[in-house]
């Protein structure tokens, strides 16, 4: 056996007949036949070392597609084929499958084709010629085709089940002709050969497995828990201390029927809970639950904001108590008259305001050729501080363009001081 391996062509024409150059291994030199190339008729050179694998060359000034791996990688296993099946004693042809179970690497071997009476290799079926064709009583009833590049096209493909034959694409391997382990026709076709009338199959178990998911999904679908809605309450106790707290309606359907309600809070606390068939009175009863809860808080002294109506619990409409910048705190507590205060709508404003002005005193001082002015001794004239926005006279300094700095924003921190030149005299 050789060593060694190249994809070289190695079937020759003898006579108008086929032959693996291997058979002709055991005659010296001298006593081996002429013998052709099967695409071009030019006489070859058997090449049937123990180093290289059994090979045949054209002479120098050949000119033959043959010898180019690709090609001939195709003849090779076109013509493995065709000598397997045309010596086949057990005309069945049978397929391996392999389960189409997620992970399940099971497989089995089905009857592809059977009862064939003669093999053909490029036999003409108008306008194709397969690579290997199977005939019954002189009609083709497989063909199949030896990929290398590009397989069995829709067109094709079409022609194939027009004619009532079977097809079968395989992918060229020098393993599925060289080696112990090459093909044999007693083998079914490799797991990879995209085969026409097969079916895909799944083994019992993987059947079971998907036909138990099926019940649980649909179990699942008619027996579940949902949350239905919503809302958010604000507790602002006594003590100085706030709560945020959530409300959840839930419901609990049955073979698809809403079979019990009740609300809890975030922390799973059950505040009221209704059984039997759930309907809009049942909804209310439970509205009703949360509205006593939020008075009992209210009678020990809690400010309660419900800003919040009930919301249901659908995308687009979910929300966290976290979320304190889409749903902010409306009081705050004022630690002088010990107290919760409303914040009301024109300090929200001027906190807006004054965040802008510092966007706009940022924007100003980061132009460095701005002039500083000092102020006189005794100048009365008034100016909008960049950091307050207040018209002043009391200013530590007067930028060039009208505007000023300050000295209460230099008091509260708002303002840092700057190195000014001297005053004018």
Same mark, same amino acid.
């Given at each position: 056996m050789p060593k060694t391996s190249a994809i070289e062509p190695r079937w020759v024409l003898y006579k108008n007949q086929l032959y693996q150059v291997s058979e002709f291994a055991h005659l010296p030199p001298k006593e081996r036949p002429r013998a052709t190339c099967p695409l071009c008729e030019q006489p070859v050179v058997l090449k049937l070392g123990k180093v290289n694998a059994h090979h045949y060359a054209h002479a120098q000034e050949a000119d033959c597609? =043959? /010898?180019? !791996?690709?090609t001939?990688?195709? &003849?090779? %296993?076109k013509f493995h084929f065709y000598n397997e099946l045309l010596q086949a004693t057990v005309k069945v042809l049978r397929v391996q499958q392999q389960c189409d179970g997620v992970g399940c690497v099971k497989r089995r071997r089905v009857v592809w084709i059977k009862d064939w009476d003669a093999v053909e290799v490029e036999? $003409?079926?108008? !306008?194709? +010629? !397969?690579?290997v064709a199977l005939l019954r009583q002189g009609k083709v009833i497989g063909a199949i085709e030896i990929l290398v590049t590009h397989a069995v096209d829709q067109r094709k493909a079409e022609f194939f089940e027009e004619q009532n034959t079977s097809w079968s694409d395989i992918r060229a391997k020098e393993s599925l002709y060289h080696g112990e382990k090459a093909w044999r026709a007693a083998? !079914? &076709?490799p797991l990879d050969a995209n085969c026409s009338e097969v079916d895909d199959w799944t083994c019992t178990p993987c059947q079971e497995r998907r036909a138990e998911f099926? $019940?649980?999904r649909e179990f699942e679908r008619l027996n579940y828990t949902e949350t239905y809605r919503a809302k958010m309450v604000d507790y602002y106790f006594p003590s100085g201390k706030?709560? +945020?707290e959530v409300f959840f309606v839930k419901r609990q359907f049955k073979d698809g029927e809403c079979v019990r309600a009740w609300v809890e809070t975030e922390k799973w606390n059950v505040v009221r809970s209704v059984e039997g068939v759930v309907n809009n009175a049942a909804l209310r009863t439970l509205a009703h639950a949360v509205n006593a809860e939020i008075e009992a808080q209210r009678a020990k002294g809690t400010t309660v904001d419900a800003f919040m109506g009930w919301r249901q619990w659908v995308k687009g409409s979910k929300f966290s108590p976290k979320d304190t910048d889409r749903f902010p705190f409306n009081w705050a507590w004022d630690g002088r008259q010990k107290k919760w205060l409303q914040q009301e709508q024109s300090e929200l404003e001027r906190v807006s305001s004054r965040s802008r002005l510092t966007d706009f005193r940022n924007m100003f001082l980061s132009h460095k050729a701005r002039e500083l002015v000092t102020p006189p001794p005794s100048s009365t004239e008034k100016y909008v501080c960049i950091f307050c /926005?207040? =018209? %002043?006279?009391?200013w530590f300094c007067r930028e060039s363009d009208g505007s000023c700095r300050c000295n209460d924003c230099l008091r509260n921190g708002r303002a840092k001081p700057t190195r000014l030149p001297k005053p004018n005299s």
């Open positions: 597609v =043959a /010898g180019y !791996p690709e001939a990688l195709h &003849l090779n %296993t036999y $003409r079926m108008d !306008p194709f +010629r !397969p690579d083998k !079914p &076709l099926e $019940r649980r706030k709560h +945020r /926005g207040q =018209a %002043t006279d009391d």
